[in-house]
């Protein structure tokens, strides 16, 4: 049913970059075959889902939403793909996605853009808006993201669907391709908490492959979301993330969540984070160095698209025409400005100075939940946005992630949640919700309850 689906909607909406009738088919099969024979079968045994096309399928392709990587198939599974593999999940193909999950609209795909489902003419978010307009459109009742700046709850919030950003560590990175590896995290996209929860068991959990994995039991996040008990519990609204600048209709959704939280038996207290207001200008000299680093990799030898390889040429030559062919402008400007911010004699003003605002948040999350346990804010100042309507203008670009980026670069668990649509443009609104690292149950809770 959810080919079918794909092969009804996907023209327009573009969600998937590659579909694997065939591969899904197979897994759907064997897993009746497994059940015919008796055979204990995995916790989410034949749910289809979408994956985005940043982790590896063995045999099957991983482009990053990028030219240089097209054409290749990878030889392994990353672990998250393994884990679905493992729970028995039907893998029904490759999501789209902003080029190395650079961008929030999901238009620095060099695969097309993918279109929201409440409006074609809008983004679905980004960098994973493949995943997100999956499950808006019904293609998929669960998907995977990666979210770096928020690229799993932004998405998540202007399709109308839930995302989580699970604690930094809590799911493996490896076979993840890498953007910025200390903020890039996997997690669970769904249409409802308790989804997004089951399929968060399953991917969540110490991996040796991954040296920055966490080596502790996963939070108990279903019993969590099917609990959804707020009574006594402390959240604060950050001061800094609302208010003006903010879309009116999500300020109100968010203010009506914040009233229902307090009806529950939640206790609201108002918290500042003052150096929030620094945390885009941080995370924009720090994702940009790291991707620098990383994307070195990428040198026409040893994956993908290979250009100028034809003899007249030296392997430098052939490297540099290869990135040149292969990679989109957004991917150049943030190799340019990592290097640039790398550079020595720029190193302590600008990557220096990054890492020590990214201290000052940390110790803002940490005397926050001194006093609460979950923090709440809208996850978006907007709802989604006209398709085009900041592709040449990249600083507006990064506002979408105004609120989102904080819990990366103090690694700590966060989601999105649908909370209403917006009443003048009638499209969806996301509530916010951050937790401290490995406190990833307390996101479901007050997930479950306001849902
Ligand atoms: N939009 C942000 C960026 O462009 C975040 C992307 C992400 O989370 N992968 O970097």
Request: net charge negative; charged share 20%.
């Amino acid at each position: 049913a959810h080919l079918a689906r794909i092969e009804a909607v996907d023209e327009k909406v573009n969600a998937f970059l590659h579909v694997d009738r065939e591969g899904a088919l197979a897994r759907a099969r064997a897993v009746d075959a497994k059940r015919a024979r008796g055979e204990e079968l995995g916790p989410l045994a034949g749910v289809p889902l979408a994956l985005k096309d940043i982790f590896t399928t063995e045999g099957v392709p991983t482009t990053v939403g990028s030219k240089i990587l097209e054409g290749w198939i990878p030889p392994y599974d990353a672990t998250v793909t393994r884990r679905l593999k493992d729970a028995d999940v039907v893998v029904l193909g490759k999501t789209n996605m902003d080029e190395f999950a650079m961008g929030s609209s999901t238009e620095n795909s060099a695969y097309g853009p993918t279109r929201n489902p409440w409006d074609l003419t809008r983004i679905p978010g980004g960098s994973g808006g493949g995943s997100s307009a999956a499950l808006a459109s019904h293609q998929a009742p669960l998907a995977i993201g990666t979210d770096t700046g928020g690229s799993i709850r932004q998405p998540a919030a202007v399709t109308g669907t839930v995302g989580v950003k699970p604690t930094y560590g809590g799911v493996s990175r490896y076979g993840m391709v890498a953007f910025s590896s200390s903020l890039d995290q996997g997690g669970p996209c769904a249409r409802t908490v308790l989804d997004a929860a089951l399929l968060h068991e399953v991917i969540a959990g110490h991996d040796p492959m991954d040296s920055t994995s966490i080596d502790a039991p996963v939070p108990p996040v279903v019993a969590a979301a099917r609990d959804g008990n707020v009574q006594g519990l402390r959240v604060g609204v950050v001061k800094e993330l609302g208010g003006e600048g903010y879309q009116a209709g999500v300020m109100r959704r968010f203010t009506e969540s914040v009233e229902l939280l307090r009806e529950l038996g939640a206790e609201i207290v108002e918290i500042s984070c003052p150096s929030f207001d620094r945390a885009l200008a941080a995370y924009y000299l720090i994702a940009p160095s790291e991707c620098s680093s990383n994307l070195a990799r990428f040198d026409a030898m040893r994956y993908g698209l290979r250009v100028g390889d034809d003899g007249g040429h030296s392997a430098e030559e052939v490297t540099s025409l290869t990135r040149e062919a292969g990679f989109g402008p957004e991917v150049k400007r943030r190799i340019m400005l990592g290097t640039y911010a790398l550079s020595s004699g720029y190193y302590d003003a600008y990557y220096g100075s990054a890492q020590k605002v990214r201290t000052l948040i940390k110790r803002d999350f940490d005397a926050a939940f001194g006093k609460v346990d979950v923090l709440v804010s809208p996850t978006t100042p907007t709802t989604a946005f006209p398709i085009g309507e900041r592709a040449d203008d990249p600083m507006a670009m990064y506002l979408a992630d105004l609120c989102t980026i904080p819990a990366n670069l103090a690694g700590n668990a966060a989601m999105s949640l649908p909370c209403g649509l917006a009443p003048e443009d009638g499209l969806p609104v996301g509530l916010q919700i951050i937790a401290p690292a490995m406190a990833d149950d307390r996101l479901y809770r007050v997930g479950a309850a306001v849902e």
